[in-house]
């Protein structure tokens, strides 16, 4: 993970998203890395997860793990570890695998937070900058709305990027929450932390920058909490020796 990240330090954020994506699905259970087959499309190749990358040094970190300790760590628990400790690398917090259940409202804004590292293709904003009106979103900065319209010429454009965390997008930190604040936050579910009293005040509050050791402290065991959605175990585990495929 090292080498990875040292060598492409702007993967940090998509082997985080992968983690994410997997866990909300069906709970963790690694069936994001799972290849389609003939007559079964794979929740990889779904709408939502077209824009999904770091496949390929999960798999080429699993072939180590498994040369050296053959069928012992999960696919989930593998790709758990490798979304902590790319968090890590990019100057975040640490935290244990595996403890409590049970999300709630403060761990969703929490999670949020991970829009701190990576970048988004069009597509999945630019329904906030286009419409049938042809009306910006009104919960947007009409100034970034500008900007982003500059960069995301339409509703279909796979062409351009934009970072998640203007200016900080490689390195995990609070500043995500200051967007936000401004009402520049990317995506319709950052804007929606500020429609409730309970996001809105922890984005606020994190905003200010006086409080990163505490959002340190709460994305870690937010994560943790995640981390165990829907984990498989016993007789309905299977230690997958190469992530994309069963075996």
């Not at 699905?25 to 709408?47: F, M």
Request: proline content about 4%.
């Amino acid at each position: 993970m090292v080498k990875i990240i040292a060598a492409v330090p702007s993967l940090a954020g998509p082997l985080l998203r992968l983690h994410f994506h997997d866990c909300f699905v069906n709970g963790c259970d690694a069936s994001v890395l799972l290849e389609s087959t003939e007559g079964n499309v794979a929740e990889k190749d779904a709408k939502p997860n077209k824009s999904l990358r770091g496949f390929g040094s999960v798999e080429r970190v699993k072939a180590k793990l498994e040369a050296a300790c053959p069928g012992v760590v999960s696919c989930a628990d593998f790709l758990t570890l490798m979304s902590r400790d790319a968090v890590v690398l990019a100057k975040g917090p640490n935290w244990p695998i595996f403890a409590s259940k049970g999300l709630n409202l403060k761990d969703l804004v929490v999670l949020s937070g991970a829009h701190t590292l990576g970048t988004a293709h069009c597509p999945s904003y630019a329904d906030r900058l286009y419409n049938s009106t042809g009306l910006v979103d009104p919960s947007l900065d009409s100034e970034y709305a500008h900007k982003l319209r500059l960069k995301c010429k339409s509703l279909d454009d796979q062409s351009m990027l934009s970072e998640m965390d203007p200016g900080s997008y490689k390195t995990f930190d609070t500043s995500y929450y200051g967007h936000v604040a401004k009402r520049r936050g990317l995506f319709r579910s950052d804007a929606a932390l500020l429609t409730d009293d309970t996001t809105r005040d922890y984005v606020q509050r994190v905003a200010t920058g006086k409080f990163d050791a505490e959002f340190f402290n709460d994305f870690s065991e937010s994560m943790i909490k995640m981390g165990n959605v829907g984990v498989l175990t016993g007789a309905e585990r299977e230690i997958r020796k190469k992530c994309h495929v069963l075996n």
